[in-house]
């Protein structure tokens, strides 16, 4: 893998003229190339897990837009699955999952070094995209982090404020950190082997974050992106960490050196200058344009583009969205950002 990806210069730390850009959920419903390669494979979780299909939906935002970036597709409820939750996915409503609600249902979840059956064939993805990527391209590996895939776990869909998993925490902490501590062992296991096959990033997606508040952020987010980090670092000396604890405001401060990680990804809610003069500060930041300007386009994105990338340019950067792209995006705006930003967005 070339050392010189712009992707991975950002993340040890290099300043660069033009950052590297990527958009989380790039690979996604906005673009019609990827609604074809889903009816094709006729089901969410089918894509995910037939890889020559899973490798194509990954490569067309590569193919159309020349990111710097990669991100494998998959789901961050694939780890539960795998872990012997039942999954699936219902339509219009999103992601069902059996739930832990007592120490019986843990009890019944397979061992984290168990998941790896389930889930050979996002590692087969891999191993296809690092032949058919063009050279120049990072190929980023991710799950979700713990906290938030625990907020699934335990009320079996997504929740506006994840209270289901709050009663938990709250309630019964026992059962609480021991549903933690299986996720985060199967996160290294399921992270671990997708470096194996060859991610040469990993992003850890907390999109749940904002919700813990004081000492439970510490607890439930920083604390597992450490462990997780820490580990992967051990496994794979140098392999380059991202973590995103959305919606952490103020927490984004020190959350870099705190956890390890080499680069922190911001959500849209913090100003760039402030995350310039707090965050960036520790290393790499990556972000965080809001996903709305992916839909109204215009002036006020480019504005906006050449704004961040000002605002982050004394420092490591990776230009992103501060979420995912959503559905209703007009792909003709990714292209207006991504040529606003190569040609000349600091100016």
């Known amino acids: 893998m070339s050392k010189d990806k712009k992707l ?4 040890r730390g290099e300043v660069q003229e033009v950052p590297p850009v990527w958009m989380m959920r790039q690979a996604g419903r906005y673009l019609p190339e990827y609604r074809a390669t889903r009816a094709k494979a006729g089901d969410f979780l089918k894509l995910c897990y037939t890889p020559d299909l ?4 990954t490569l067309q935002p590569i193919r159309r837009y020349g990111f710097d970036a990669a991100i494998l597709f998959a789901d961050i409820l694939l780890v539960p699955q ?7 996915f219902a339509q219009g409503e999103g992601p069902r999952l059996s739930t832990i609600q007592a120490p019986e249902d843990l009890a019944a979840l397979k061992p984290a070094s168990a998941i790896h059956e389930t889930l050979a064939p996002v590692y087969e993805t891999l191993r296809i995209l690092t032949r058919e990527l063009p050279e120049e391209t990072a190929l980023i590996g991710f799950a979700g982090a713990p906290w938030t895939v625990a907020t699934y776990m335990i009320a079996g869909r997504g929740t506006p404020a994840q209270e289901p998993a709050h009663a938990l925490r709250e309630g019964n902490p026992a059962l609480f950190d ?3 501590a299986r996720i985060t062992e199967a996160t290294i296991e399921y992270l671990s082997a997708q470096i194996e096959a060859g991610a040469e990033v990993i992003k850890l997606f ?4 904002g919700s813990l508040k004081g000492e439970a952020f510490d607890t439930y987010a920083v604390e597992p992106a450490r ?5 992967l ?9 991202i973590g995103f604890p959305r919606g952490a405001g103020e927490k984004y401060v020190g959350f870099a050196r705190t956890t390890g990680v080499d680069c922190v990804a911001l959500d849209q809610s913090v100003d760039a200058d402030w995350a310039a003069a707090h965050v960036q500060i520790d290393g790499c930041v990556q972000g965080n344009l809001a996903p709305e300007h992916m839909v109204t386009g215009g002036q006020a994105l480019v504005e906006e583009t050449r704004r961040i990338a000002r ?8 230009f992103n969205l501060g979420h995912g792209i959503t559905p209703d995006a007009d792909p003709e705006n990714v292209q207006l950002m991504v040529d606003t930003l190569r040609q000349g967005a600091r100016g």
């Open 82 to 88: 795998a872990l012997g939750a039942e999954l699936w």
């Open 178 to 180: 021991a549903l933690i």
């Open 8 to 11: 991975l210069r950002s993340l």
């Open 206 to 209: 907390d999109s749940w974050a």
């Open 233 to 241: 670092k051990a496994r794979h000396p140098g392999i380059p960490v």
């Open 54 to 57: 899973a490798a194509e939906v």
């Open 227 to 231: 462990v997780i980090t820490q580990a």
């Open 311 to 318: 605002a982050f340019s004394k420092g490591p950067h990776i």
